[in-house]
């Protein structure tokens, strides 16, 4: 719909196109006039129009906006620099249509965008003979017939030549733009719609008042004209002081050809702002809120005087047109072919002038559509194989920071240059880096949050992704480096990528290329593509999205390795040069690099007021000398929150128990300063007992797949043999295979670690807490949103990672495995989680030996219930045969029913060959035919359960669930290690002679009564004396197993404590601390919450 000139309104907001069609416009254009100009006269051509023949092959569709721009062979073009006009008029008199449009300072001949296609053929003949052209209406709906055009006009009123006073000045003006622009958005609800400004002379002036304003508005209306702004396109206005002139005469003599006025009036000077600070400060407001905002630029120059023969008039020319460049590379700015006063007014769609301007609207309207963008099936499938789901073990850090920290980080420096694109740190990267525990995360978290609220309605983008890794050997060498849990070090470029993939057009299409190459595997992009991808491809050249600013935050975990760091450092600094994003990267210190291309800051330097406010707050004492334990608190804390934190819930616990002052100093000086050294010293107050409880408890929370719920804990702890060491040493890695005869869940109590006698997770939680003395903690399943989910299906996770790599590095195992008098003094940390998950392993295989599962994927054992448990074998079986959906989709159901009525079941089946391929020697030396004994005992009892509830028998399919993205033991099956191809062939003949014996036995008799698992040895086993006997033991002939010469570590002690070791008594004067009649002699922590409160 267009609208009639006479409907057109002088001062205010009018609507002059919007499309006819129900689609909604991408953007809006709004016109601004300079002081003295008209809402339709400023932009309204006069006079003939030289006309352009057009053709019907000139004719396409006008929804694509790229298949219009057609070159044409250069045409001849005057250059000269910018001190003077291009072109003369002489005697005041039209140019015509002979506008030429050139670059700033080009100095190679260009091909020209032919825009005549703009135009409908019918549209172009309505034109003919007209002699006067309002572009706005009558050729750039043709052009751009997707957006929605307003012009905004208001008077300056001039009496006999001379400007009136006490009347409103271009300022004031801006403020009634902004005011009636924000109102019309929000009555049509389209207050989030991108904006372009198109403006004319001293309407730029207006124009960066009015974002000026925009900008000092919390929220509202008001604020989202600047968060919406996508683009300004300025013709003719002023921006800078030059060498010989000031910005306040380019403003006077722009002001003075549309008035038409003398300059050097005082009225004008007021009106137009050109003496005005205010002027001065929209410039340096503009320039800031580009940066901040980044959007469009686009600047045009006139390039024709009157006269030649008049120095006044070529001198204020020369002002003007200098005048009008920013002085930007950003701002691309162009020349057009006419005077200041008709540089706006354009007769054709061929004229060279709305070339220019229609090719960059173009641009921008091409942008806005790709940010629109819905992806089609292709895509959808090409994005699939980037992501890999994968359990977040590192999200155990809170939302939001502890009130009133985190705050100095916006005051420094850098951060300002970082966060508002200025100065040479405009494009790196902000590295903030410091010792575990210092609230990096925290910090990090904190900083996103307070970005979003402030960005977020600016049509901007937020991507976060964690990083972890030793180095990305194991990404192009598979096998070469694969310490546990460790997170691919591919994630965090699948993540970034993926996130970008929505917004850049040009990565998709990248992307795409790279998905239809052939592959081994049609439905993934492995790691080693992916990393080579990013590294090799897509940082290495310009990165344009049209996201106005995009922030990326990458949190790397404290235990990845420097090389790691550094070859991502230069990957994301390589990123950030490149383009316009915002990157923050949070890690370990690593001091060792320093000389990366970053803005560095380092943390713990810094953080010392937010450990003291936090300290002087929660720390419960009252006597007359606290700040003096405050203080030594902050102090020995050296900028590590988490160390604080921890040691301040330790003191208020022993405060709330009677503690005097002394013995609360005392204990101050006696804790360890590095966490590691906090977390041995609070481990060492458990007796023996305790800390063989805990010792089970943390295996299974530090090396389990993924978080366990806390039901499943409980199972598993209960399964868990209290002394697998000694098992070892009798039966090498053999003994995760010994199951022994099966149990049910009644017996699991008197059976196995009677100690623990929680019956409820409520119970089992106190217990938890008192065994990891607050080392462990609860979480929701960040997989699923949940309110006021249940005790037991909430997830156990350690309060901080460096929980995790104490233990991994051996010295929390160390601490717990103190008083077993089983465990080798030399034994390696490696050798200590191997024989770990055996011990793990062998608890998976027992619970799917168990004899409350008998229905599942095998005969009873009576033949009074064989029939009822045939039925049952029947739905839980495997697919082997094509069946109906609905019969599918009901054995899917009832397995995930059954699945999920069991604690712990879920994670025994999908996570038994993660736990079976984790040890060194089962990885490598895959024993085939011990596994094969002990999954086929008892007429495939183990086989059959764990393929009915996995729901195939299939050995590929077995392998490929086992081998997806999201599978933890996906690494372990890589073919460097050569375990896949040997579980392929014992799962083949397990298939294969279950089969047969199926067919054969009809059920019951004398087999169903043997041991579940007859292990066999390497050698000549030794026979068990009695067939009733409780389990079926082989002894081989050498007395301790070894581990073959390739596997066998260097001498690499497990950091056992001496007796000498200060850890034998972590508190001097224990008796000295008012404690629980249970817990005299020691400190009592088994209640002490300390999850983190940062």
């Excluded at 070894?1042 to 008796?1071: E, F, Y």
Aim: aromatic share 8%; charged share 20%.
């Amino acid at each position: 719909m267009k609208a009639k000139e006479d409907a057109i309104k002088s001062v205010g907001l009018s609507l002059l196109y919007e499309p006819d069609e129900p689609t909604d416009p991408v953007l809006d254009i709004v016109l601004i006039h300079g002081i003295g100009g008209h809402p339709v006269r400023t932009w309204k051509c006069q006079g003939p129009v030289r006309q352009i023949p057009t053709t019907p092959s000139s004719t396409i569709n006008l929804s694509s906006f790229r298949k219009r721009l057609r070159k044409t062979a250069p045409t001849a073009q005057l250059r000269r620099s910018n001190s003077e006009p291009l072109l003369v008029l002489e005697n005041n008199r039209s140019t015509g249509r002979t506008r030429n449009v050139l670059r700033k300072n080009s100095l190679k001949s260009t091909s020209r965008l032919k825009l005549t296609d703009f135009a409908t053929e019918a549209g172009e003949k309505a034109h003919q003979g007209k002699t006067e052209v309002f572009w706005p209406v009558d050729l750039l709906p043709a052009t751009c017939p997707n957006v929605r055009v307003y012009t905004w006009g208001y008077h300056t009123l001039v009496v006999d030549k001379k400007p009136l006073s006490l009347q409103n000045g271009i300022f004031s003006h801006a403020g009634e733009l902004l005011v009636e622009l924000a109102s019309n958005r929000a009555a049509l609800g389209d207050a989030a719609r991108p904006i372009v400004f198109i403006t004319h002379s001293t309407g730029g002036i207006l124009l960066k008042e009015a974002l000026r304003l925009s900008e000092l508005e919390r929220d509202g209306p008001l604020k989202e004209i600047l968060s919406s702004t996508s683009a300004v396109m300025f013709l003719g206005a002023p921006h800078r002081a030059t060498e010989h002139s000031t910005m306040a005469d380019a403003i006077k003599s722009m002001a003075s050809i549309t008035l038409r006025v003398d300059s050097n009036d005082f009225v004008l000077q007021e009106l137009s702002g050109a003496n005005s600070p205010e002027a001065e400060l929209g410039r340096q407001t503009f320039v800031r809120l580009w940066n901040d905002y980044n959007f469009k630029v686009k600047t045009f120059q006139e390039s024709v005087v009157t006269s030649y023969r008049f120095l006044d008039l070529r001198a204020e020319a020369t002002v003007r047109r200098l005048g009008s460049f920013i002085g930007d590379p950003r701002e691309s700015a162009e020349t057009i072919g006419s005077s200041h006063a008709d540089m706006c007014k354009f007769g054709s769609s061929d004229d060279p002038g709305y070339r220019a301007l229609a090719s960059s609207l173009v641009r921008f309207i091409t942008n806005e559509e790709d940010q629109r963008h819905t992806l089609n099936t292709k895509e959808t499938e090409c994005l699939a194989a980037l992501v890999r789901p994968h359990f977040a073990f590192s999200e155990t850090h809170p939302a939001t920071s502890y009130p009133g920290t985190c705050l100095w980080l916006y005051d420094l420096n850098d951060f300002q240059a970082w966060h508002h694109r200025i100065g040479s740190n405009k494009n790196k990267i902000l590295w903030i880096r410091g010792e575990s525990g210092c609230g990096k995360t925290i910090l990090l978290r904190s900083l996103r949050m307070r970005l979003e609220r402030q960005w977020a309605g600016a049509g901007s983008s937020f991507i976060w992704s964690s990083a972890e890794g030793y180095d990305t050997n194991s990404i192009f060498f598979p096998g070469t480096s694969r310490p546990q849990h460790e997170i691919n070090p591919a994630n965090v470029y699948r993540n970034v990528l993926a996130q970008l993939f929505l917004q850049d057009p040009h990565l998709r299409k990248a992307l795409l290329t790279l998905y239809n190459q052939p592959r081994d595997d049609p439905q993934t992009l492995d790691d080693a593509l992916v990393v080579s991808f990013f590294a090799d491809d897509y940082i290495d050249r310009r990165v344009e999205t049209p996201t106005r600013r995009t922030f990326i935050f990458v949190d790397v975990a404290d235990d990845a390795d420097s090389a790691y760091v550094e070859e991502l450092i230069c990957r994301l600094a390589q990123l950030a040069r490149n383009s316009d994003f915002s990157i923050c990267v949070a890690s370990a210190y690593h001091p060792e690099l320093e000389e990366l291309s970053s803005v560095s800051i380092v943390m713990h330097l810094r953080n010392t007021d937010d450990i003291l406010r936090y300290v002087n707050l929660n720390l419960v004492a009252e006597w007359e000398e606290r700040n003096r334990t405050v203080v030594r608190i902050g102090q020995k804390a050296c900028g590590i929150f988490l160390w604080a934190e921890i040691v301040v819930n330790i003191l208020n616990a022993a405060i709330m128990e009677g503690a005097s002052q002394e013995i609360i100093e005392d204990t101050l000086e006696e804790v360890p300063g590095d966490l590691h050294g906090l977390y041995e010293w609070m481990l060492a107050t458990l007796n023996d007992t305790e800390k063989a409880e805990a010792l089970i408890l943390f295996q299974w929370v530090i090396l389990a797949a993924e978080p366990m719920r806390l039901n499943d804990l409980f199972v598993a702890v209960r399964l868990t043999e209290t002394s697998p060491f000694k098992s070892f040493d009798e039966l090498g890695p053999f003994m995760a295979l010994h199951v022994g005869l099966p149990i049910s869940m009644r017996e699991l109590r008197q059976l196995r670690n009677s100690e623990i006698t929680s019956d409820t997770p409520y119970q089992f939680h106190r217990w938890l807490r008192a065994r990891s003395i607050g080392l462990l903690e609860l979480k929701s399943d960040n997989r699923q949103v949940v309110v006021n989910e249940p005790l037991g299906l909430q997830r156990v996770q350690p309060i901080h990672s460096s929980v995790r790599s104490f233990f991994l590095s051996g010295r929390g195992f160390a601490c717990l495995a103190e008083g077993c008098t089983s465990l080798p003094p030399t034994l390696s940390t490696e050798d200590f989680i191997d024989i770990s998950h055996y011990s793990l392993l062998r608890a998976c295989l027992t619970y799917l030996n168990m004899r409350d599962f008998e229905h599942l994927g095998g005969q009873g054992n009576t033949n009074h219930h064989h029939h009822h448990h045939q039925q049952q074998n029947q739905q839980l079986s495997p697919l082997s045969i094509p069946e109906s959906p609905f019969r599918q989709k009901n054995v899917f159901d009832q397995r995930n029913l059954v699945m999920s009525s069991y604690p712990f079941l879920q994670y025994a089946v999908d996570n038994l060959l993660f736990h079976m391929l984790s040890p060194r020697f089962f990885r490598y030396f895959l024993p085939q035919r011990e596994l094969f004994l002990a999954l086929s005992a008892n007429r495939f009892r183990l086989w059959r359960r764990w393929s009915s509830l996995l729901g195939t028998a299939d050995p590929a399919a077995i392998l490929a669930k086992h081998h997806g993205a999201a599978a933890a033991a996906a690494a372990l099956l890589s073919p460097v290690f050569g375990a896949r191809y040997r579980l392929e062939r014992v799962f083949r003949k397990l298939g294969r002679v279950s089969s047969s014996s199926r067919a054969a036995n009809s059920g019951g008799g004398a087999a169903s009564l043997m041991s579940p698992i007859t292990p066999i040895g390497p050698a000549s086993p030794k026979t068990p004396k009695s067939a009733s006997s409780d389990k079926a033991l082989w002894t081989p002939q050498t007395p301790k197993f070894r581990l073959p010469s390739k596997l066998r570590p260097p001498k690499l002690s497990l950091p056992v404590p001496s007796a000498r070791s200060p850890m034998k008594s972590p508190v001097k004067n224990r008796s000295r601390i008012p404690l629980r009649p249970a817990m005299q002699g020691r400190l009592d922590l088994r209640g002490v919450s300390l999850g983190l409160a940062v």
